[in-house]
């Protein structure tokens, strides 16, 4: 057992080792690739009956299937490398909570963008991947297009509120409660880390 502030430090922190350079890579990717997709989902035209794709809407499909591949991508990751939760004195419902977010996130972050992917593929459209096509998930069902798109809209508001809760998890943690949580997961080696 060490001794000292520095000890404690250092024990605290093998109790909750920081997220790896990988999994922090790809948490701040998708967050920096939604911001810039919900600013393409919000400025691209109106979808309607007809409306044929064109440069944004292309490019909105290229991030959310980009957004899907990160997410798998991680998902893999953090089954090769799984990164426990910080275990200092956290009660069971708060653990609960990070775990039912998370998963959530993850969730949300394969089903939305495969039902985007429904829907433009019920609209008859070509799947724009930078620039390649890829296959259409169902054939042409304009009605069931519009149907699936409206859920996909609604799915992807669901997803702003949870990371609303998410962002405020974090700066509670590290503003109120002072842990390590928010510092594990930002990029470069934390401040009390070697
Ligand atoms: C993480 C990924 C994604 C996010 C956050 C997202 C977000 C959004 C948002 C906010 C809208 C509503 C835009 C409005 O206000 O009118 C929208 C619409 C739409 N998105 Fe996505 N999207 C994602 C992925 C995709 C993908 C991968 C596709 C297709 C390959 C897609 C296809 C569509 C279509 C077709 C609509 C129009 C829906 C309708 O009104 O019928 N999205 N998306
Ligand atoms: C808005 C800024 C964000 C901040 C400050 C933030 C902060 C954090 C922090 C501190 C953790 C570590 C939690 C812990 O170890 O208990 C974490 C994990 C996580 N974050 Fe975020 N996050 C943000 C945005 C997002 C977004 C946009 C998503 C995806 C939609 C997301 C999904 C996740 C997931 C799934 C985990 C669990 C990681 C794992 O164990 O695999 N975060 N985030």
Do not use: C
Request: charged share 15%; hydrophobic share 55%; no cysteine.
């Amino acid at each position: 057992m060490s001794h000292g502030r520095g000890g404690v430090i250092r024990e605290r922190e093998a109790a909750s080792p920081d997220y790896g350079v990988v999994a922090k890579a790809l948490h701040w990717l998708i967050v920096i690739l939604l911001i810039v997709q919900y600013t393409v989902a919000w400025t691209m035209p109106e979808i309607h009956r007809g409306t044929q794709p064109e440069t944004l809407i292309n490019l909105h499909m290229s991030l959310g299937i980009t957004v899907l591949v990160a997410a798998l991508i991680r998902l893999i990751w953090r089954l090769i490398r799984p990164v426990p939760l910080i275990n200092d004195n956290v009660p069971l419902w708060r653990q609960w909570a990070a775990r039912g977010s998370h998963g959530l996130m993850y969730l949300i972050l394969f089903a939305l963008p495969l039902l985007g992917w429904v829907a433009a593929s019920g609209r008859d459209w070509a799947i724009d991947f930078w620039g390649a096509n890829l296959p259409r998930l169902i054939a042409a069902a304009p009605q069931l297009a519009g149907a699936i798109g409206d859920y996909h809209t609604l799915l992807s508001y669901i997803l702003l509120g949870i990371i609303g809760l998410h962002l405020l998890a974090a700066l509670y943690h590290h503003f109120w409660l002072q842990d390590r949580v928010l510092l594990r997961m930002l990029p470069g080696r934390s401040e009390l880390g070697r």
